[in-house]
Each structure stands twice: as C-alpha cells, then as structure tokens.
DNA sequence: TAGTGGTCTAGACCACATG
DNA sequence: ATGTGGTCTAGACCACTAT
C-alpha cells in the first residue's frame, strides 16, 4: 500500500514523501520546531501543493525517526497559523494560500519598516507629566500621578503619516529622544527586556481639528483614522497607553484573521 | 513539601488544592478540555487569583489522576487564550486579568446583539450582478462574471450604525431576505455549513460623500470607518466579499491581541 | 472495512530559574 | 541543589470519514 501513482484523483498526491528533512538532534532547536519550519518552507515555496497533501502521521512519523506526538506537535503549530487544516478520517491538508499574517502588536515603524517605506520619527514632546484620568486609568496609577509623555510625527517619503501619543509609566525605560528617532518604541521595549504580552485596542475615525490638519499636512475635517491601545506584559502590568492618529488618506490598517476553531 | 502556610510571600499560594475538579471519563468532551473549562471558569470567578499560582504539572496530574501531557494540553489551551503565562523554572501563573476576548471573525451583527444593541437589519439589494474587477479578483471569479450582490443598512435604536456590501460567488448559499434581516450573514453561513476560517481585512477612513451622508444620517464629509474583507472557508475557497462602511461617530473596532512568542 | 486524525498514558531526560 | 516547565518516546484505543 502507500503506493503513489495508482489514483489519478484531483486531489493532489503528497509530494511530501520526495521531501526529506534535515533533523538536527544536537540543535537546541526543538525538533517539532525544526520539523515546522521545514514544513513551512516547503509550503512557502510550493514545494508542497496547496489543496490535498501530507500522508498520514503514523507514517510520516516513521519516515523521520520521530514519535507522533513530536510530529504531531510540529504540525499543529502550523495548524494554528493556518497553514494546514487537519479533518479526521480524511487527513491535513495545505490550505489554498490566502494565508498571510495575524494581526500582530507590532508597531507602525515596523509595518512601515516592512512595507520599505523608510519611516522617520521626530519626537515633538518627550517629558514628564501629570498623568489625565483616562490614562491614570488605562495605567493603573493614581490621576495625577506622574507619567510620560512622548509625541513624535511620523513620515514616509518626508510627508507625515501619524501623530502618536505614548504614555508610560515613570522609571520603566530610559527614554533617549536620538534613540526614538532611530527604532521605535516597541524596539526599544523589547531591548529593554520588557516582554509584550498583550494589548487592547480601539480603531476609530474622526475629522481632523485645525491643529491637527496643520500637524500632519490635511484639510481641517479630513478623515483620520484613530487608535487607542494599553499594552501589557506578561505579568499583566501596563506599560503603555498610546492614542494616535493616522492620516487615512495614506495609512490603514491590514491584517489576516484566523477563526477560532 | 508541599506545605502551604509556611511562607508569607507576596506571591499567592497555590488555592488551587482546595479546588476540586470533576472529570467525566465517560463524557464525548475531552479530558484536557473539561479541565481547561474548569480552570478557566476557576479564573473567571476569581477563585484562582491573578498574579501567582498553579503549583506544578506532575503534582497537578496525580492529584488529578491524568498524565502530564493531558495537563499540559489543558494549561497550554489557557496559555493561548492569554490567562496563563507559563515560565520555566518558576510556574505558571494567572495573568494579572486585563484579558478580554481576542479579535474574532465576527459579524457585526454579532458584535452589537453581543453589546445589547438589539440591531436591525434592512436589506437594500438582493440580486445577481456582473463582477466588478476587484470582487472577481478577490473572489476568484472571472471579472464579469455573476456573483450576488447584497447591500444592507443595520441600525440599533433606530439609528443608521452601518452600510454593509457583501459579494458571494452565485449558488453558494441561499439568500432569503427575510432571514438575512432576522440573523445575520455570517450565522447563515455557518447554519449552510460553510466553515469560515480565515480572513483578511483592510481598515481605514475616509469621508462620506453626499449620498451615502444621507443613507447614514451623517452630514457630507463626515468621518466614516471602512473596512474591506474576504473571508475564506477551511479549503481556502474565498465565500465572501464585503466592503462595510460605518458611522465613525457611532461605531469603533474594539479588541484585544495576543502577542506572538 | 480500512484509514485517518483525536485523545490519552506512563514514563524519561533536559534546560532554566531560584535559593 | 532543587524544582519548574520543555521536550520526547512508544505505545494504546477511540471517533470519524470514506469506500
């Protein structure tokens, strides 16, 4: 059995057995995790077909000298990036593409950064404030209490994108303005040794005042597009609350959802 | 060992031990998952307290009598909502709340029946049109081709919220008028067994021109949010098409992300 | 009936954090 | 040195899908 090559059905043959995988045991590398990133670059290349593939994991398991749950595991990582779609009694299969990224908490220099826009920063405020009630309360201090305050405008091409206003509490991150320019807060977070966890967001639209036509090179009353953030890390301790404005003539916001399943 | 009391510490003891949880080998639900529901509930009503517990897995699974691994599948399903946080050599503990539900693929229907909004629903267009260019290329479909067109206005309190366009390729679902005003486009979708699994979205703003100023009850000019969105069933088949826009002045995306580790 | 993924077990050893 | 989660194994049985 297992013979390929007896059913010319539409559905695809698994490639996969012409496929071999280099499994490095001395690597720190997990081997679910070297099995996934192999996976994914045969799919990422078309090495493995979209719409029917993958024989089955008792097999597969064999083939790599690995035990099905490591296989497993290896698997289900891309399941959960929707890459693949297992169905019992039939198999997994390579989703038809379409797949792109999740929605992630990265930051506007980065998605700009990424899309080679080449983002400048100029930060217009960076100073110690009292901190306004709704931020206090996005931060869990007390109204009043002392915060950060940052604003920078944000380029591409040398015309402005965003307006962003950050807040963080006092003494978390040593804010230089000439390293704010040069990487973005979120680097600078992650560097810090801060790690993000998560975050809540609203995305909205208003017109724009007067002052921030001017700021960012509109007509009083253009559409902005706007959010609101507090980000957490792991412990679940605030460590930002940024209300920014974009201009939507030359900024949205582009994601891939994965159903919950 | 295993002595609570003995130590004072800010970090709370395991509460834990008091609990106890009902697992019913019988029952179709997964072990893992009725622990999980069980822990997650434990959470929820703050008999486990955020900030410091879970005392360890191998201890946790005897007390339970599951294997490790099936105790690991239960934490490890929390950890991916966000409410645990896992850290080697040290525990897993409860995040420290904050969380609320991740982004989902879901309907604006859905999104206002679940804030209470009591939506409505008025179907403008039904019919089958020619593709315009950018819906074929998104749906897959030959550009002029047929494909049916749906326009809705959704309000809640009698108040124009939302102009929902949605494109379907033809024969894919049955479009009853009167059951779109009464559930919803995506419930049907699910009631006609087509699966959603992913979907990318755009969102932006942009000012509302004259005509649909009045369609929404908006002054010309008024900031509107939009979004764009094709949604994919688990074969990667595109299944829909829509471009939404709504009253800035009434509506805002709201969610929560989880960071990617 | 045969083949697939879904679940579960009872161990083992390792890497990392903490005292 | 100890305790934690991280990884991995080699099986087993079940539920579902297809033929």
Redesign the pocket.
């Given at each position: 059995?297992a013979k390929t090559g007896d059913r010319a059905r539409a559905a695809a043959e698994p490639a996969l057995s012409t496929l071999d995988f280099a499994l490095d045991r001395g690597s720190?590398v997990?081997?679910?995790?070297q099995l996934a990133q192999q996976l994914e670059a045969a799919i990422e290349h078309g090495v493995l077909a979209p719409g029917n593939l993958?024989?089955?994991?008792?097999?597969l398991s064999v083939r790599l000298?690995?035990?099905?749950?490591?296989v497993?595991?290896a698997i289900q990582s891309l399941v959960d990036k929707g890459l693949l779609v297992?169905?019992?009694?039939?198999?997994?299969q390579v989703v038809h593409s379409h797949v792109r990224r999740p929605l992630e908490l990265s930051s506007l220099y980065d998605d700009l950064e990424a899309a080679g826009q080449g983002p400048t920063t100029q930060v217009v405020r960076n100073e110690t404030v009292p901190a306004p009630a709704g931020v206090a309360a996005a931060l869990g201090l007390a109204e009043g209490g002392e915060v950060v305050l940052l604003e920078r405008l944000r380029r591409t091409h040398g015309q402005p994108v965003a307006l962003l206003g950050n807040y963080l509490p006092p003494g978390l991150l040593d804010l230089d303005s000439a390293r704010l320019e040069a990487t973005g807060l979120y680097r600078m977070l992650r560097t810090a040794g801060i790690t993000l966890h998560s975050a809540r967001q609203t995305v909205g639209a208003r017109s724009a005042t007067a002052q921030e036509a001017a700021r960012l090179d509109e007509k009083e009353g253009a559409a902005l597009l706007t959010m609101q953030r507090t980000a957490y890390d792991d412990t679940g301790r605030p460590v930002e609350y940024g209300t920014h404005i974009y201009r939507a003539s030359r900024y949205s916001f582009d994601f891939q959802l994965l159903v919950r399943s």
């Open positions: 059995m720190p997990p081997l679910y995790h993958l024989g089955n994991e008792v097999d000298g690995l035990s099905r749950p490591t497993r595991q297992r169905r019992r009694g039939v198999g997994t």
